[in-house]
Nanobody, 125 residues
Framework: HVQLVESGGGSVQVGGSLRLSCTYSGKTYSYCMGWFRQAPGKEREAVAVIYPVGDAAHYADSVKGRFTVSRDNAKKTVYLQMTSLKPEDTAMYYC????????????????????WGQGTQVTVS
């Protein structure tokens, strides 16, 4: 069983930066890790995903060039560095994990990951 705990959310001005962290427990060495977000009244959006090994990652077009996902397996932490934040980035951000690299991207696109954190709120104004 995998447990995920997000942190680092908060309020920031337009153009500012935030770094979200997701600490996970369990044997996640073969898991891809993703960040998703959901704004009030909107569907959940896949933001970024990083594969189990190496630095390969994918990003939503809306955040490409502004957000960077990374992971530190020794610390069992995944990060989402967010820069040039916009009001439309305001949402609850969720960290999620999916076992297996081969289905990582397809599951990411559909938001069908196996384990989810509680979320951390990001507000940009």
């Amino acid at each position: 069983h995998v447990q995920l705990v997000e942190s680092g959310g908060g309020s920031v001005q337009v153009g500012g930066s935030l770094r979200l962290s997701c600490t996970y427990s369990g044997k996640t060495y073969s898991y891809c890790m993703g960040w998703f977000r959901q704004a009030p009244g909107k569907e959940r959006e896949a933001v970024a995903v990083i594969y189990p090994v190496g630095d390969a990652a994918h990003y939503a077009d809306s955040v490409k060039g502004r957000f960077t996902v990374s992971r530190d397996n020794a610390k069992k932490t995944v990060y989402l560095q967010m820069t040039s934040l916009k009001p439309e980035d305001t949402a609850m951000y969720y960290c999620a994990a999916h076992r297996g690299g081969g289905t990582c991207y397809s599951r990411f696109q559909r938001g069908q990951f196996d384990y989810w954190g509680q979320g951390t709120q990001v507000t940009v104004s």
